[in-house]
């Protein structure tokens, strides 16, 4: 059974816009971590950005920043002031039943119109 | 500089023959794995080891093979039972303790078989 869905699999914003990509997820754990990934046309998977679940304040690099529900199982990913740039598959990445291996998402393929 | 590498970027192989892609990491991790990734799939997980000489089966191994006689090395075999070869595939790496088990990727190889 997926435990990560990602349910926009193309998405498209105009520069300089913000965009919100979801993710939503299942588990019974309490304390785990939860990523996004970003993969450029050049296919080079690097981090965006992680969550601990135990942190209820959401986690923030840059222009990225996340809307951690825990109760609701959502982890959706922001991107402001969208950069040509950030044009990639994103995917959402999380390691089920206290694993440390990621369960992944089937990615959103964003594209950002100048 | 740390990272990993994978070679060839492009593999191209006649149906029926096996096939070794490359994977070396300098990032001094206990933890690799190998991942395919096909259109609209996401990255499914192929086999991952997480010490040396010591591996295990992902959700996808029919028909590939690894060995990890090295800390820095996880060579995948794609042999000629796998029915459906041509894919994406990515190496990552991680550590098993400290923070987050985040993963740090290749750049892949696109292996097509015909």
């Known amino acids: 059974a997926q435990t990560v869905t990602q349910s926009q699999p193309e998405m498209s914003v105009q520069e300089a816009e913000t965009v919100t990509l979801s993710c939503t997820y299942d588990t019974s754990e309490n304390n785990y971590y939860l990523f996004w990934y970003k993969q450029p046309p050049s296919r080079q998977m690097i981090l965006v950005i992680r969550?601990?679940?135990?942190?209820?304040q959401n986690a923030t690099e840059n222009r990225f920043s996340v809307n951690f529900q825990k109760a609701a199982k959502s982890f959706s990913l922001k991107i402001s002031d969208s950069q040509l740039g950030d044009t990639a598959m994103y995917f959402c990445?999380?390691?089920?039943?206290?694993?440390?291996?990621?369960?992944f998402g089937r990615g959103t393929s964003l594209i950002v119109h100048p | 500089d740390g990272g990993i590498t994978q070679s060839p970027k492009y593999l191209f192989r006649k149906e029926g023959q096996n096939v070794t892609l490359s994977c070396e990491q300098n990032?001094?991790?206990?933890?690799m794995y190998w991942y395919r990734q096909d259109p609209g799939q996401g990255l499914r997980l192929i086999y991952y080891?997480?010490?040396?000489?010591?591996?295990q089966k992902g959700d996808i191994a029919e028909g590939y093979s690894v060995s990890r006689e090295k800390k820095e090395s996880f060579p995948l075999t794609v042999t000629s039972a796998q029915k459906n070869p041509t894919a994406f595939y990515l190496c990552?790496?991680?550590?098993?303790?400290?923070?987050?088990?985040?993963?740090?990727f290749g750049p892949g190889t696109r292996l097509t078989v015909t």
């Open positions: 080891s997480q010490i040396v000489n010591d591996f």
């Open positions: 990445a999380f390691p089920p039943g206290g694993s440390y291996i990621p369960t």
């Open positions: 990552a790496s991680s550590s098993t303790g400290g923070i987050a088990y985040e993963q740090y």
């Open positions: 969550q601990e679940a135990y942190k209820q």
């Open positions: 990032l001094n991790h206990d933890a």
